[in-house]
């Protein structure tokens, strides 16, 4: 069984700061593509930021500059996230291809955390 759980989130004033951490556990055998995505209210779930197993990153334009994804082996991923903006605000969602052994072989799944709310606001 394999949990993505994103903390970090929070209330932060124009141009503040934060850093979120999605801790990834279960019986991993790689961490593939990864990436933070957001859901404002009313609004699609949009690719915030993305990371790939060899470490080349993305970005959506709104946020370049701005925040800065990283990661560990297969264990966390983490967004910081600098100069926000009051349109920041959104449920940020943690977003990874995981590679494990199945029976005789490796399947490789895609899995969500839970969502971790961030707000920006005087």
């Known amino acids: 069984q394999v949990q993505l759980v994103e903390s970090g989130g929070g209330l932060v004033p124009p141009g503040g700061s934060l850093r979120l951490s999605c801790a990834i556990a279960?019986?991993?055998?790689?961490?593939?593509?990864v990436g933070w995505h957001r859901q404002a209210p009313g609004k699609e779930r949009e690719l915030v930021a993305g990371i790939r197993s060899g470490g080349s990153t993305n970005y959506a334009d709104s946020v370049k500059g701005r925040f800065t994804i990283s990661r560990d082996d297969v264990t966390a991923v983490y967004l910081e996230m600098n100069n926000l903006k009051p349109e920041d605000t959104a449920v940020y969602y943690c977003n990874a291809d995981i590679a494990y052994i199945a029976g005789a072989g490796i399947r490789v799944r895609n899995y969500w955390g839970q969502g971790t709310q961030v707000t920006v606001s005087p």
């Open positions: 279960g019986n991993i055998l790689r961490l593939d593509d």
